[in-house]
């Protein structure tokens, strides 16, 4: 109840002074700009910093790194009387919220080592004098997991602690226009008092309104790992494309013109898992293109492990969907496959997922039904001993489980209450996340979608 009452006045204190006091822990590239884009904002900023030559530095004007505009901009005289430098040791002020912008080094495994973000935590916690709840905004990137165990370990102060997950996509060099006008804001939280509190004062910073991305600590600790590894490997792709270009003698700067276009048939955005890609291009190209690499030296390109990994997928969903269906001594199962072509709108069967599946269902002598509006006949070519249904309605009846496998629009809009009457088991996998999750459960369903929730 206190813990409570503490938050509603913390959010009150925030809502009546749209210029707050804010603690930065860390005056490097991200605690800088960010200090700078507070201030800019009219908070008053306390910097602080562990390394004392920095401060020294920073106390006569001088960034102790070169990123474009920072200088002015925090140093600008209006700013200036806003923000304040200290070291560790000396007084930091108590309030509100404090960002902590901290190193967050790999170990020699590729380990992300958080104990900068947990001294610098520890330093927080020892600076309260009073009751008062405080929120901790993480910018440090930390790997997934980190601060979930972190907000249960704050749970045993005195005081009433939050973590806010607010990772950085600045990069350096662009530092400044990158956390004003292009920076995606992602904020991973357990307590949503707080993540309100921290979107409200992003708020009183940002030129525009933003897209927000509020969700658990888990998925904001992936969406930077994913995106700056998304970024990687686009780069290391450009960099093998700018090779085999110079050995073909091709025009590197066209080809990515024309891996600019293809965004528009495929945005990021729009991207979705599955069970693995098949039909009669990608596979068949893709090991064409790995050839041609081979050909001039590249014998590991990305190309080749993407191969890989798209076999694997197969695999492994097929390796999961046995495991959960497996027959026991006494009774076989039976199970549902909900599309047999490799993608919907076609009955191209080729390398599609469907056929590792019922491949490995046949080895643990599991009874397949199945049932695809167009790609039936196609199916029936490679597998004649699949029970092949009329409609999605009979081929659900009496399975143990009901595998989506295409993502054809008659599948999302099956009458579920007449699925789970005609089943034996209620049990979906669905590898297409066509359902909505809270609606399959609430039909009594066991769901298990592709990485979904
Ligand atoms: P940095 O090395 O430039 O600055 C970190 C600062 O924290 C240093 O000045 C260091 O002395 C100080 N520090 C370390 N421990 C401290 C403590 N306990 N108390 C007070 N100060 C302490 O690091 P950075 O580039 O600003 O990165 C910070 C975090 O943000 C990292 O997790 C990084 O991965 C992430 N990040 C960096 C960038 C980037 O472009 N540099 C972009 C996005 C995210």
């Keep these: 109840m206190v813990m409570k009452s503490g938050i509603a006045v913390l959010l009150l204190y925030i809502a009546m002074l749209p210029a707050s006091h804010v603690v930065v822990v860390g005056c490097g590239y991200v605690g800088l700009t960010l200090a700078a884009v507070l201030a800019s904002a009219d908070h008053m900023i306390t910097c602080v910093d562990s390394d004392a030559y920095k401060i020294q530095l920073l106390h006569t004007q001088q960034l102790p790194f070169y990123e474009p505009g920072l200088v002015e901009c925090l140093f600008d005289t209006a700013h200036k009387k806003r923000i304040t430098f200290c070291h560790t040791n000396d007084y930091i002020p108590p309030v509100p919220i404090y960002y902590v912008c901290v190193p967050t080094p790999v170990d020699n495994h590729g380990a992300c080592d958080d104990a900068y973000v947990r001294a610098a935590c520890a330093a927080i916690i020892d600076t309260q004098c009073a009751d008062d709840p405080i929120i901790i905004v993480i910018k440090s990137t930390v790997a997934p997991g980190t601060l979930r165990v972190l907000q249960q370990e704050l749970s045993a102060c005195a005081q009433r602690v939050d973590i806010v997950y607010n990772p950085e996509f600045m990069r350096e060099g662009t530092a400044l226009q990158d956390i004003y006008m292009r920076n995606p804001i992602v904020l991973g939280a357990q307590s949503q008092d707080a993540l309100r509190l921290v979107e409200q004062l992003l708020a009183t910073c940002l030129p525009t309104p933003t897209d927000i991305i509020k969700t658990d600590f888990e998925t904001a600790e992936l969406i930077k790992y994913a995106w700056n590894a998304f970024s990687a490997t686009r780069i290391a792709y450009v960099n093998e494309l700018a090779l085999l270009c110079r050995a073909l003698h091709a025009d590197i700067t066209q080809v990515i013109q024309g891996l600019a276009l293809s965004e528009q048939l495929l945005p990021t955005a729009h991207l979705k898992p599955g069970p693995g890609y098949g039909g009669s291009c990608l596979p068949k190209d893709t090991k064409a293109f790995a050839h041609i690499l081979e050909t001039f030296g590249l014998e590991r390109s990305i190309i080749h492990r993407t191969i890989e990994s798209n076999q694997q997928h197969k695999a492994t969903l097929a390796a999961d969907i046995v495991r959960s269906v497996a027959p026991t001594a006494r009774q076989a199962k039976m199970v549902a496959l909900l599309g047999l072509a490799f993608k919907a709108h076609t009955n191209d069967v080729r390398q599609s997922a469907a056929i590792d599946v019922i491949k490995l269902l046949r080895t643990h002598d599991v009874i397949i039904k199945a049932y695809d509006p167009c790609a039936m006949t196609s199916m029936?070519?490679?597998?004649?001993?699949?029970?092949?249904?009329?409609?999605?309605?009979?081929?659900?009846?009496?399975?143990?489980?009901?595998?989506?496998?295409?993502?054809?629009?008659?599948?999302?809009?099956?009458?579920?209450?007449?699925?789970?009457?005609?089943?034996?088991?209620?049990?979906?996998?669905?590898?297409?996340?066509?359902?909505?999750?809270?609606?399959?459960?609430?039909?009594?369903?066991?769901?298990?979608?592709?990485g979904a929730l």
């Design 380 to 450: 029936r070519e490679l597998f004649e001993d699949v029970i092949y249904c009329t409609s999605a309605y009979q081929a659900v009846e009496d399975v143990d489980c009901i595998v989506v496998l295409t993502e054809w629009p008659e599948f999302k809009n099956l009458d579920l209450s007449i699925v789970a009457s005609v089943c034996k088991k209620k049990k979906i996998i669905d590898t297409r996340n066509i359902f909505n999750p809270a609606s399959v459960r609430a039909h009594g369903f066991e769901y298990l979608p592709m």
